[in-house]
């Protein structure tokens, strides 16, 4: 069949050429580096600086508030486990309990796709019997990315115009801006799985109770929690009718601010109503945190950018890039004391474009000069000059067929990948300068069998 083919494309030029110009054309639209083809779309492959050998796993997180990592393990973690160890393609399920927080790291064989496996895991969440976690406990599943998914990193500053850092803003106020409109705008950018909030305050009611006013009135620590939960909710009624127009009866509730929550009433007692205020003090304040995120020995709020499994993260960046030149003008300013204006810039912390840039700007020069070098020796060494064109052009059109391969096959553009089509370039040529050789000989020997023949006896 192979003979046939080659036979078949001897005898039928036009259709090689056809074909090589298909190939060369596929080729330069799947390219990861950044050429200008003109007319021809651009479909690059996933770009990356370095490969991703992580193992084929999905993350279960399960949190339980103030409980020590012994509880964890026993009621959460253990009774997880042996429940997700039936999961199709499993291979083995690695777990971590700390203190209010549970890790779960499920393994799958590496032939179990992706997407298959985070959807088998939420069917068995969805379907764990009753009274097997405790009550409130709800294990969720990571986000759809690699260990390598951190492609961005960004942090929220005051400055002014010219770029200078000026400060004024509170952690708590930067940590409000992440949480409620950096972070779903940017979210929203293709290819992000999630934006992860870092650094500062996340700012709630808090609720200080009073043991001694609490034991002279006669409640407990459960009638507080109730009378604070229920007095922020609406209340849905049923509608009246009055001169032929019909009204909806609905009670607010919702807290809008401090005095709501000190307002709501615990108990009552001969008439009176008593009133969280009456026995607790209620502020504004931070909640409990675990860590921090320091820039040059400064204390920051900022985010993380994780990019989606099998996205193309430069690709990813671009678009975070985009959004965030998009939502500049939406960030909130403010006059300082000493007059100078304060804005709120979105500062990149950590861009992985420039690693992946300079890894494809030195790969591809190190293909373009490996290949001149060795079109270079075959003219030299082979000296036929039709031969040479012929083994010469084998190597970029090469190139772009493994370009377009690997966009096939979902391979993303690394310094390994990268690496090895530059090491395959020896193989390509050894073949074909033997094929060439071959044919040479063959013709050579053609010839002179037909002036031997033509020779008198």
């Given at each position: 069949?192979?003979?046939?083919?080659?036979?078949?494309?001897?005898?039928?030029?036009?259709?090689?050429?056809?074909?090589?110009?298909?190939?060369?054309?596929?080729?330069?639209?799947?390219?990861?580096?950044?050429?200008?083809?003109?007319?021809?779309?651009?479909?690059?492959?996933?770009?990356?600086?370095?490969?991703?050998?992580?193992?084929?796993?999905?993350?279960?997180?399960?949190?339980?508030?103030?409980?020590?990592?012994?509880?964890?393990?026993?009621?959460?973690?253990?009774?997880?486990?042996?429940?997700?160890?039936?999961?199709?393609?499993?291979?083995?399920?690695?777990?971590?309990?700390?203190?209010?927080?549970?890790?779960?790291?499920?393994?799958?064989?590496?032939?179990?796709?992706?997407?298959?496996?985070?959807?088998?895991?939420?069917?068995?969440?969805?379907?764990?019997?009753?009274?097997?976690?405790?009550?409130?406990?709800?294990?969720?599943?990571?986000?759809?990315?690699?260990?390598?998914?951190?492609?961005?990193?960004?942090?929220?500053?005051?400055?002014?115009?010219?770029?200078?850092?000026?400060?004024?803003?509170?952690?708590?106020?930067?940590?409000?801006?992440?949480?409620?409109?950096?972070?779903?705008?940017?979210?929203?950018?293709?290819?992000?799985?999630?934006?992860?909030?870092?650094?500062?305050?996340?700012?709630?009611?808090?609720?200080?109770?009073?043991?001694?006013?609490?034991?002279?009135?006669?409640i407990s620590l459960r009638n507080i929690v109730e009378a604070v939960r229920s007095s922020n909710r609406d209340i849905g009624a049923q509608t009246l009718e009055i001169n032929q127009a019909e009204y909806l009866v609905r009670g607010l509730g919702y807290v809008e601010n401090l005095?709501?929550?000190?307002?709501?009433?615990?108990?009552?007692?001969?008439?009176?109503?008593?009133?969280?205020?009456?026995?607790?003090?209620?502020?504004?304040?931070?909640?409990?945190?675990?860590?921090i995120l320091d820039k040059e020995g400064a204390e920051v709020v900022g985010g993380v950018v994780v990019a989606r499994y099998g996205a193309n993260p430069l690709e990813v960046i671009e678009n975070v890039k985009e959004r965030m030149g998009e939502i500049a003008a939406g960030l909130?300013?403010?006059?300082?004391?000493?007059?100078?204006?304060?804005?709120?810039?979105?500062?990149?912390?950590?861009?992985?474009?420039?690693?992946?840039?300079?890894?494809?700007?030195?790969?591809?020069?190190?293909?373009?000069?490996?290949?001149?070098?060795?079109?270079?020796?075959?003219?030299?060494?082979?000296?036929?000059?039709?031969?040479?064109?012929?083994?010469?052009?084998?190597?970029?059109?090469?190139?772009?067929?493994?370009?377009?391969?690997?966009?096939?096959?979902?391979?993303?553009?690394?310094?390994?990948?990268?690496?090895?089509?530059?090491?395959?370039?020896?193989?390509?040529?050894?073949?074909?300068?033997?094929?060439?050789?071959?044919?040479?000989?063959?013709?050579?020997?053609?010839?002179?069998?037909?002036?031997?023949?033509?020779?008198?006896?």
């Amino acid at each position: 069949m192979l003979n046939k083919a080659i036979k078949f494309l001897i005898e039928n030029k036009l259709v090689a050429v056809l074909l090589l110009l298909l190939f060369v054309g596929w080729g330069i639209i799947h390219a990861p580096f950044k050429w200008d083809s003109g007319f021809l779309p651009a479909s690059p492959v996933a770009v990356d600086a370095i490969p991703d050998i992580g193992e084929n796993q999905q993350i279960v997180f399960t949190e339980w508030a103030g409980r020590s990592p012994q509880d964890i393990e026993d009621q959460i973690t253990y009774p997880l486990t042996t429940s997700l160890l039936g999961i199709p393609g499993v291979r083995t399920i690695r777990s971590s309990s700390m203190f209010g927080f549970s890790s779960i790291y499920i393994i799958f064989e590496e032939d179990v796709e992706f997407y298959w496996s985070r959807s088998r895991i939420l069917e068995k969440l969805s379907s764990l019997p009753s009274g097997l976690l405790p009550e409130g406990v709800n294990p969720r599943l990571g986000p759809d990315a690699t260990a390598l998914g951190q492609i961005f990193w960004y942090t929220l500053e005051g400055r002014d115009p010219s770029g200078n850092v000026t400060g004024g803003w509170d952690l708590n106020e930067l940590r409000s801006i992440q949480d409620f409109y950096v972070k779903y705008a940017l979210s929203a950018a293709d290819g992000v799985s999630e934006v992860a909030s870092i650094g500062g305050f996340v700012q709630e009611y808090q609720v200080d109770v009073d043991p001694e006013l609490m034991r002279q009135y006669g409640i407990s620590l459960r009638n507080i929690v109730e009378a604070v939960r229920s007095s922020n909710r609406d209340i849905g009624a049923q509608t009246l009718e009055i001169n032929q127009a019909e009204y909806l009866v609905r009670g607010l509730g919702y807290v809008e601010n401090l005095t709501d929550i000190e307002n709501a009433v615990v108990a009552s007692e001969s008439f009176t109503a008593i009133r969280v205020k009456d026995i607790a003090r209620v502020q504004l304040g931070p909640a409990p945190r675990r860590g921090i995120l320091d820039k040059e020995g400064a204390e920051v709020v900022g985010g993380v950018v994780v990019a989606r499994y099998g996205a193309n993260p430069l690709e990813v960046i671009e678009n975070v890039k985009e959004r965030m030149g998009e939502i500049a003008a939406g960030l909130p300013s403010r006059v300082l004391a000493d007059g100078r204006t304060s804005q709120l810039p979105i500062v990149p912390f950590y861009d992985r474009t420039e690693l992946i840039e300079e890894t494809l700007g030195t790969l591809e020069e190190a293909l373009s000069l490996e290949i001149l070098i060795t079109i270079l020796v075959i003219v030299v060494m082979v000296f036929n000059l039709r031969a040479s064109v012929l083994i010469s052009g084998l190597l970029p059109v090469a190139v772009l067929m493994v370009f377009v391969s690997m966009k096939l096959f979902g391979v993303d553009a690394n310094i390994v990948a990268l690496s090895g089509i530059a090491i395959a370039i020896g193989t390509m040529v050894d073949v074909g300068v033997i094929l060439s050789e071959n044919i040479l000989r063959h013709l050579q020997e053609n010839r002179d069998r037909k002036q031997a023949e033509q020779l008198p006896i």
